[in-house]
């Protein structure tokens, strides 16, 4: 037992921080309901839809994550008129004003702001996601963040009616490891495009919020029509079924009159696949524990002594003072220990040695 503390100064002390990461998979075969759809549940308040890798009951369940959709109150596609019920379009206002207050910082009016596309919330004139698909990933698989530049997503964009769908889409955060946005309330956010040919900002199609693990996506890249035009309703664009298969919805028509419910149904039915690289941050404290040689060559064990006399000397009174090392302990200010450390062997110390024992604290 050590019979003196000895102060840790600021050059026995450093601290380090560690990326982690996980490549995470999931195949569109989960979300689009592998277990006859006992891993997606679904609520009563019908506002979105949560994705598990094993039936939800089960308590070997892990949620992945939550789908749904929002309309911003300043669209230009769709009125309160367009849908089939208030209510819907009240839960739909209500989710897109909800992630928009998370995800997008407030106007100086404090009035909440719609997504824009390339991020650049200054500039006048700019497109906005006016209609947006909100994926919002568990904490269990992002853990700290999505590591920027390893998000995608890929979807079946055919143009049939969902018998057999065709046309897989990629969209990812291309060139987010270099290039990425800091002006979100959450943190740090990446444009998400259709190709990574020279992405450029007015080409995007979502944004993917890294701390946050939330996914924003334009709907229209099911459908194409050309930027500018006024409504839906009246814009030139491709046929493209949005429904579950078999059926013949299209993705304008999902939006104002289906439900959130079958909106997630026909996203998840077309989800091919969903890769990214999560990041967990591992900060330590280390701890330089210095016995120099007039330190620590005695104990104050008493089975050190046996009548007065060192046992480790083996009865030569000439010989050193010979102590093992076996444990460390660090102390507060006030003496009161916080943490111990064992060593996995003792460690032989003698005036004629010098020990550095390296302690370190993770967290």
Known sequence: MATTFKTLLNNDVATTRTLLHEAIPVTGTIASGTYSDNNIKTYA????????DYPYLSSSANHIFDITVGISAE?????????STAAQYTKKRNIYDQMAQVLVPYDTSGNIQPFDKNGN???TGDEKFNEAVFVNFARLLTKDEIKKG??????????????SMTG??????????????VNSPTGEYGLLYTSSATPNNDSAVGHVYYQAGIAVISPYI??????????????PRSRVYFGIPGTSAEIWSVLSQSSI???????????????????TELNSTIYFCRANTGDYN?????????????????????????????????YSPNNELLAVAKLSEPLKKTPSNELTLRVRLDY
Not at 45 to 52: A, I, P, T
Request: hydrophobic share 30%; no cysteine; aromatic share 14%.
């Open 261 to 279: 419910d079958t909106f997630a149904d026909g996203l998840r039915n077309r989800l091919v696949n969903i890769e990214y690289n999560n990041t």
């Open 298 to 330: 005695y104990s104050s064990n008493p089975t050190y002594l046996s009548a007065s006399k060192i046992r480790v000397k083996g009865n030569n009174p000439f010989a050193q003072p010979v102590s093992y090392l076996t444990t460390i302990g660090l």
């Open 168 to 181: 897989a889409m990629t969209i990812s955060d291309y060139g987010a490891s270099s290039s990425f946005l």
């Open 121 to 123: 919330l200054n500039e």
């Open 150 to 163: 390893t998000f995608s997503m890929s979807f079946l964009t055919g143009t049939d009616n969902g018998s």
């Open 75 to 83: 669209s230009v596609n769709f009125t309160s008129a367009d849908f």
């Open 222 to 235: 099911f459908s194409t029509y050309p930027t500018g035009s006024s409504t839906v309703s009246t814009a």
């Open 45 to 52: 308040h019908g506002m979105f839809q949560s994705v598990y």
